[in-house]
Nanobody, 115 residues
């Protein structure tokens, strides 16, 4: 059974930085792509960043140049967030996409950015 656990959320002020981490357990050998998504109140879940096994990255337009996704190994990946703004306030979810087309999600971690 695959489980994803996010950590690192919290309350920060605008302009500050924060790092989120995702730890996967279970079969992580067949993960094709790791990612971060977020959902603000009243909004749909949106892409923040993804990284493939080859290291190719993709970012949402609103975080380009401020956020950086990285992976430590097949079980752990991170999201470095700089120059945080109040509009970054959301629940952040990590996601693991497998070669067989199945996706797994974490339960989310809340980030609140105060102005």
């Amino acid at each position: 059974q695959v489980q994803l656990v996010e950590s690192g959320g919290g309350l920060v002020q605008a302009g500050e930085s924060l790092r989120l981490s995702c730890a996967a357990s279970g079969n992580t050998f067949d993960i094709n792509r790791m990612g971060w998504y977020r959902q603000a109140p009243g909004n749909q879940r949106e892409l923040v960043a993804t990284i493939s096994n080859s290291g190719a990255t993709k970012y949402g337009d609103s975080v380009k140049g401020r956020f950086t996704i990285s992976r430590d190994n097949a079980k752990n990946w991170n999201l470095q967030m700089n120059s945080l703004q109040p509009e970054d306030t959301a629940v952040y979810y990590c996601k693991a996409s497998y070669y067989n087309g199945i996706d797994y999600w974490g339960k989310g971690t809340l980030l609140t950015v105060s102005s």
